[in-house]
């Protein structure tokens, strides 16, 4: 079961007022879910050391990042640029169609895609300002920026913040409970 779940080398325990299998919502009293990762087997690394190696990683990105800035070509041709736009706008439209689904669901999986969409959006808005040339191309991506990309952003960034807090109530469904 554990190994389906896609959960092989960590198990997942309770430490507060609720269980797993339980129902949440007003009747259940569980006011505080904490979950911590407990390894089921010798080797696997801990959340402390897997955060310290994504920090160190962080950190290692800051040369390169130097490096980068001072080595690329100021111009750069791109037979793919348009199939890299349309890429891009697509997966914007694909997180942004899916949150609402979730959320015509009530559905907390929404935080996800929801998060998703506003780094896309994000960086959407970062390369349509760089990238445009100067006079109205630029105008037109600074006010698509401040007018409509970085306000989705923040919408969808504020929406995931709050129900990282404050979670749907979930109830068990019949899938559910016959697991």
Known sequence: MLAASGLSGIVRRHVGGFSPGMK??????????????????PGIRSPRRLGRAFATAGLIMIPWVLYLSMSLPMKAMDSHWALGWVGLDSCEALTLFATGRFLK??????????????????????FDVTAAAPGGALTIAIVMAACVEIPIAIVCTVLALRLIRHPFPQFETAEQESL
Not at 24 to 41: F, K, L, N, T
């Open 105 to 126: 669901r009530a559905d907390n999986r929404c935080t996800l895609t929801a998060t998703a969409a506003a780094a896309l959006l994000l960086t959407d808005a970062w």
């Open 24 to 41: 949440q919502g007003p009747e259940s009293g569980a006011d505080h879910v904490r979950w911590s990762a407990v390894p089921d087997r």
